[in-house]
């Protein structure tokens, strides 16, 4: 796409919205290998690269390990590095993942949330979105493609800001964000350009004059202290967002401050808890039941690292029941990774708290309808403590 | 693109989680290495017998950690064992460690305690 001078409206899928995003965004570096469904943001931005558009150095890598890898060495280097993936890809890039955050690298990320293998499926999931959960890197979760790509602008303000110094994700559900088009707005080049700002640079390996080492040795009398200051870093990512969701929102005109996007949670009696695509086919169950009168609302995290702790408690020990929808298998663990986080916010001292179940849903893309939303909803009092799967075939 | 840089300075042992460098565990002073006492780690113990030793400086040009002291005068006179790292590289090249008889070595190793296993 040619250079953007003005405000467009525009009829875009999820991946070329990010793809245009990290256009006008104009990153130093972009370390790149192709997997299903976000190969097409390599694709476009390899076109972009070839027509002159940007100046960027695309890298195209062995795997994605090495992708982010590149991405590691680029940014300590000094520059402003991306890359995008998704599924075996994130997951084969977990071991850098790490480092990245270790080493305190502003690296932007774009995943597109797909189950794992085996068996192998190419459909949507947040297993590997929620398997990476604990590499200290910050984790948005986008709904559609112009979140996905208002997201992307506030990426690297958020992530080189001094006081976070962490990489960040932004995450978009397969298919249906990566390739679903969705009628949405284009700022100007210009404007996201003076909104994203000049990379924040600190300590360069190419400043040869001032060297300094990455990826040093820490002996037990430092370790812990450095996990907890970075922890720190994402911790700020928090108030970091807010802050840079509020510009968001003054300058262009949309989204909010808020890291949960709250849908007819007043009076509530009972809360669905979401991510990504899925509101959307929430917003037609809650519509449904408060039409027969039934009180109920969801609320959507836009952020899952670092999870927003002190905001959800407040928002959510509000309403009695709470129905909070997983899209991974709990592999194991009491609930999936959005249910054990929410139960865990709960139980710290003797205030009521409210009843919890969760289900898992949509696992490699499984069809799960408005009426399949509304009738778990329905049957919360029944539901087991255990995690409920929807749409599973039981008998 | 502008380049602000930060840079810090070595952490002391006693500092809190607090203290360190908001941007990361580099380390972004030159020359430090004489800082971190590495060579508290080793299994084993380097002895030196300066009796035995020819002042070749053999030792001194092998040594990948400056471990290998000598004065003023350009004489041998021990380890550094808050930095030798225990490779054994001077004891392979010293020229007194080729006399056959052991008690004429200038570099030797103390027994490992793994020899016991
Ligand atoms: S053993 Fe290795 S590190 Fe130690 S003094 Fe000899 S050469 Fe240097
Ligand atoms: S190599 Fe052996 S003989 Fe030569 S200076 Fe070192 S200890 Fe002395």
Redo the contacts with the bound molecule.
Sequence with gaps: MPKITKRTEKTLDGNHAAAEALRQIHPDVFGFYPITPTSYIGEKFAKYVADGEVDTEYVCAESEHAAMSICVGASAAGSRAVTATASQGLILMSEVLYNASGMRLPIVLINGNRSLGAPLSIHCDHGDAMGVRDTGWIQLMAENAQEAYDFLLCAPRIAEDKEVRTPIMVCMDCFQTTHTLMNMVIESDKEVQKFVGEPIVVNPLLDIDNPVSYGNFDKPNFYMEHRRSQLEGLLNAESKTTEVFADLAKTFGRGSASLLDEYRTDEAELVVIVMCSTAGTLRKSIDKLREKGQKVGMVRLKMFRPFPTKTLRKVLSAFPKLLILDRMSPAGATFGALGSEISALFYHDDTPHPKIRNAIYGLGSRETHFEDFVKIIEDFDQLPIEPKWINLRED | MSLKVVHSTITPETASWKDLEKEGPIIADTGNSQLYGTGNWVPKKLD??EE?????????A?CPDDA?VFDKDGN?VGIDTEHCKDCGM?VE?????KNPDTEKH??VFEDDYRDDF
């Design positions: 030196f017998y035995n030793c020819i002042n070749c400086s053999l030792c001194w092998v290998i041998m001077c090249i010293c020229p007194a460690n200038a570099l």
